[in-house]
């Protein structure tokens, strides 16, 4: 009896965690029936003509950050020999995503060539300078950028951005910014020497906020041979004024000095930490980017476009209405042929709908129609598997069991061949998802998790709940478990 009613407490305590994800989680949908971006990626090699192995080695980079980016069911496809269209569902801002997939993220480790202090101190001065001018750029509206505010940017300026003959106008404030910190940042690169370790030594890149401020730092897994050049570069600079730089796409990012205590060793342990003063945003596009790995060859950004659902509201609606009336229809054939186990049956769908639809919210599942599909199939085979032990429970009802009896009986013979058959549909699932395209991994990975979730509901929410129904005198008439010409028995 205590372990009845703990699974019974259970299946309340999973249909109400259900509900709080569905509320606070809501379901991500599909390019199919949210919209999304659409990108057009060129290709660039200054000789010769992109080939092949060149085209997906950059193919697979960018499938892998757009993976670490958190979008799913993205479609990525050629365009001739040197470009490639990305669409993104749901992401209605391409800029969002071009800041990412548009860098080479060409990771370099460099030491600071020796005299070069003075020259490196005033260009992080004017790095500092320009970047508080950003701040203050992002941080006003854009009908504030009068002449006022120019001219306190002209004010601030040093030789360095000088030189670039800046005569910005409200609208082109912030690129000429930018483009004065990468002037800057590049200057800076020029001050240290290459070493032969790179991104290429890495195994994984993280992220993690600061103790002591708001800013964001990465880290950084080199592999085991990165991690033994890592600890000899710091070594031979440790105690020195040399610095270390690390480098992305050209740009210094961070240098940092490396204690004497290091002489000897060297930092071992094959990891490092980049500290830039790094804001959640750019702390997470600087991990997706390294994560991602390195571009072969550079990509520019050629077109971008917002498209809305490519099958249309109206479409949507009708496959919507279609569903819900199908399962309707099934619910009520249940409660007909199977009375008072067809109502346990609709009890147990209902659940089934809540956990799938919970479990899609927390991974996240993105939701396309072959998605849907897929989930609507799966409830099908949740039907199933009632249908397969209701008709076992009525077999030893009519050899005259008890109907406690009946449904302990019944569960167990029919057992076997549900797991089985959820078995064989779980390795077709398996075999979709390795082999198939986004959108058919998309109905596999919907199928798969309903098989699964449809074997917990039929096997133990159903009988908890049947159960539970038996323990009330005015639910044991054997009558309301037989088919309707069988009331006699």
């Known amino acids: 009896m205590k372990r009845r009613q703990g699974w019974l407490f259970f299946i309340i305590f999973l249909l109400t965690l259900s509900v709080y994800l569905l509320l606070n989680y809501p379901l ?187 800013n964001w730092e990465v880290l950084l897994t080199f592999s085991n041979s990165g991690g033994d050049k890592f600890a000899e570069i710091t070594k031979s600079i440790a105690g020195t004024d040399q610095l270390l730089s690390i480098i992305l796409d050209g740009e210094s990012i961070s240098e940092a000095s490396v204690g004497a205590q290091f002489a000897n060793t060297g930092i071992t342990g094959g990891s490092a930490t980049i500290s830039g003063n790094f804001s959640a945003e750019n702390a997470r596009e600087l991990e997706v980017q390294l994560k991602g790995g390195s571009l072969p060859l550079p990509i520019e950004i050629v077109e971008t476009n917002t498209i809305g659902a490519l099958l249309g509201s109206n479409n949507i609606l009708k496959s919507l209405y279609a569903a819900i009336s199908g399962l309707i229809f099934v619910g009520l054939f249940m409660i007909y042929n199977y009375r008072i186990l067809g109502f346990v049956s609709v009890l147990s769908l209902i659940l089934y709908g809540f956990f799938n639809l919970a479990l899609y919210s927390l991974i996240p599942v993105t939701l396309t129609l072959p998605g849907i599909s897929g989930l609507i199939l799966s409830i099908g085979m949740a039907v199933d598997a009632n249908i397969l032990i209701f008709e076992r429970i009525r077999e030893e009802l009519l050899d005259g069991n008890t109907l406690t009896r009946s449904i302990d009986s019944g569960f167990q013979r029919a057992n076997s061949s549900i797991v089985d058959g959820h078995i064989t549909t779980l390795l077709s699932c398996f075999v979709l998802f390795l082999l198939g395209t986004n959108f058919v ?49």
Do not use: H, M, W
Request: charged content about 25%; glycine content about 8%; some cysteine.
């Open 28 to 214: 991500e949908l599909g390019l199919d029936l949210k919209g999304g971006s659409q990108l057009t990626l060129q290709i660039i090699k200054k000789e010769g003509k992109v080939t092949k192995d060149e085209l997906e080695a950059v193919n697979s980079v960018i499938d892998r950050r757009i993976n670490n980016l958190g979008v799913s069911e993205s479609n990525l496809q050629t365009l001739g020999g040197d470009q490639l269209i990305l669409e993104l569902p749901g992401e209605q801002n391409p800029l969002v995503a071009s800041r990412v997939l548009g860098k080479t993220a060409l990771l370099e480790f460099r030491t600071q060539k020796v005299g070069t202090s003075t020259d490196l101190r005033r260009l992080q001065l004017q790095r500092l300078n320009i970047n508080e001018l950003i701040k203050k750029y992002s941080s006003i509206e854009k009908s504030q950028y009068g002449d006022d505010f120019l001219k306190i940017i002209q004010d601030n300026l040093n030789e360095t951005e000088q030189e670039l003959n800046f005569s910005a106008t409200s609208k082109d404030l912030y690129g000429k910014l930018i483009e004065i910190k990468k002037y800057i940042d590049n200057e800076i690169s020029n001050l240290f020497i290459k070493t032969d370790l790179s991104g290429k030594d890495l195994i994984n890149a993280g992220r993690r906020q600061e103790q002591t401020n708001n």
């Open 441 to 489: 991994k998309g109905f596999a990975a919907t199928l798969g998790i309903g098989v699964l979730i449809s074997l917990f509901t039929s096997l133990n929410c159903s009988k908890t709940i049947l159960r539970f129904f038996i323990t009330y005198q005015s639910l044991r008439q054997k009558n309301l478990y037989l088919p309707r010409n069988n009331f006699s028995n």
